[in-house]
């Protein structure tokens, strides 16, 4: 048979006894790719995200308006008030609430994905290490860490910010603090799981120091379920910075922020209920869309699913 003729199933099965035909080896995340893409739930919401994030981004070239200045003269107006140039209505100050909602996603996305990646880090440290040295500094670190993980997170956020007063940086700081301990807990349970593993034994027999164990056996071994798990607690990070704002410990007036934005509006609802609920809508989806792509992102990396 010549080279460019087709081969029948039979002939290709015999061929492949023979190794006549290499299979190139297929990486872990070309799998978790495919098997996302799979997802069409997990494909939508990943693509409202990143129009959410890309809008936030180039917001200075979608809107013609400044977020902080407005008009008196045409404050409260109404959604659809296209005759204005105002889509998404005006705010208690004639500002465009569409101009304040993108600008807004800037300090709400930041709120969200700054406090998830210290605390995946700061989190995975600690349990990572716990989880290898055990004994007693093990034992109090993680003792430390159920701690703060008894509070509920709201309620820790809101402790920790009024301790910190108003401001962006220290509800990252707040949040932060709420999502180490639960990070830290899941580090230190999956290190539990491989550090009595024969390749760990083996390092350790070869003279390698726990820096060194940490560092190339059980790190790249932790980090995919600190991954799923971290993606999920965005959205989260993202409705408590709002809440805080809410409560007056989050960003400070006038710049844009979701939940300062829908505390500045509540004493307007009866008069435009549609343009008051538009930053909580947008706090609602794109928390929504962060828990529905954290979970397909889950299926694709779980291989027992396969």
Not at 58 to 80: H, M, Q, T, V
Not at 87 to 116: H, I, K, N
Not at 245 to 254: E, K, T, V
């Amino acid at each position: 048979m010549t080279e460019g003729a087709t081969l029948t199933a039979a002939e290709l099965r015999e061929r492949w006894y023979q190794n006549e035909i290499s299979v190139p080896p297929i990486s872990y995340w070309s799998v978790v790719r495919r098997r996302f893409l799979r997802n069409k739930l997990g494909v939508v919401a990943l693509a409202v995200l990143i129009l959410i994030v890309a809008a936030a981004v180039f917001a200075p070239w979608l809107s013609p308006y400044d977020p902080l200045i407005g008009k008196p003269a045409d404050r409260l107006e109404n959604i659809f008030s296209f005759s204005s140039g105002h889509p998404l209505g005006t705010d208690e100050q004639g500002r465009d609430m569409l101009t304040r909602v993108l600008y807004g996603g800037r300090l709400s996305l930041l709120a969200g994905f700054v406090p998830t990646l210290v605390a995946g880090v700061i989190g995975t440290i600690i349990g990572t290490w716990a989880g290898l040295v055990r004994g007693a500094v093990g034992a109090i670190l993680m003792r430390a860490m159920d701690m703060l993980y008894a509070f509920p997170a709201i309620l820790l956020a809101i402790a920790v910010g009024a301790s910190l007063g108003p401001g962006l940086t220290n509800t990252i700081i707040a949040v932060s603090i709420v999502f180490i301990p639960p990070v830290s807990r899941i580090a230190e349970s999956e290190t539990r799981k491989i550090v009595t593993a024969e390749y760990v034994e083996a390092a350790r027999l070869s003279g390698a120091s726990r820096i060194r164990i940490l560092r190339t056996q059980l790190l790249p071994n932790v980090l995919n379920e600190i991954i799923v798990y971290s993606s999920g607690l965005v959205g989260v990070a993202m409705i408590i910075a709002a809440s805080l704002s809410f409560l007056g410990l989050g960003s400070r007036p006038p710049t844009p922020e979701w939940g300062y934005m829908l505390e500045s509006l509540q004493g307007d609802i009866y008069v435009v209920p549609a343009v008051v609920a538009i930053p909580g809508l947008f706090i609602f989806l794109t928390s929504v869309t962060f828990n529905t792509a954290s979970d397909a992102l889950r299926e694709a990396m779980d291989t027992r699913l396969s």
